[in-house]
């Protein structure tokens, strides 16, 4: 056999060998993406993170656990949204507290070409109280309390 006809044959073989890598490597970073972070409870991102869980979970009596005092004890509830992502995008220390930068992904009803996604920044505002942070303002988006909307 001529070196010309072998070299289509190798050519097929290394793009086959190619395109099976590819479909390996994505399938192991499926599987093996893990869950979210957990962060710790006594961190601003922790706070952040299970009163957002708490809300997103409908359950608005551990959401209120993660807010100021002054909040929580005259709560006026207000309704969220069912199906949400939080995202972190960044937290910063302040004089008094922290400020923690979220992306909210709020998803409505599927329709013909997927689902229906909105995103937009918040920021909540937290004070540390003693050896914790408590939430003193929140997003619109996942404010449990009308007086927690900045």
């Given at each position: 056999m001529s070196d010309d006809a072998r070299r289509p044959r190798w050519a097929l073989i290394a793009l086959i060998a190619a395109v099976a890598?590819?479909?390996v490597i994505a399938l192991v970073a499926v599987f093996l993406r893990g869950n979210p972070v957990q962060y710790a409870e006594d961190t601003p991102e922790?706070?952040?993170?299970?009163y957002s869980q708490a809300v997103v979970d409908g359950d608005?009596?551990?959401a209120l656990t993660y807010v100021v005092a002054e909040v929580a004890d005259?709560?006026?509830r207000i309704e969220t949204p069912d199906q949400m992502r939080v995202t972190l995008?960044?937290?910063t220390q302040t004089g008094d507290g922290a400020?923690?930068?979220?992306r909210i992904t709020t998803v409505y009803d599927s329709g013909p070409l997927g689902t229906n996604e909105y995103s937009s920044d918040g920021?909540?505002?937290l004070v540390t109280s003693g050896d914790s942070s408590l939430i003193e303002s929140a997003p619109w988006e996942l404010a449990v309390?009308?007086?927690?909307?900045r």
């Open positions: 890598l590819v479909v922790g706070v952040v993170q299970r608005l009596d551990t005259t709560c006026d995008v960044k937290t400020q923690v930068d979220v920021t909540f505002r309390c009308s007086e927690m909307q």
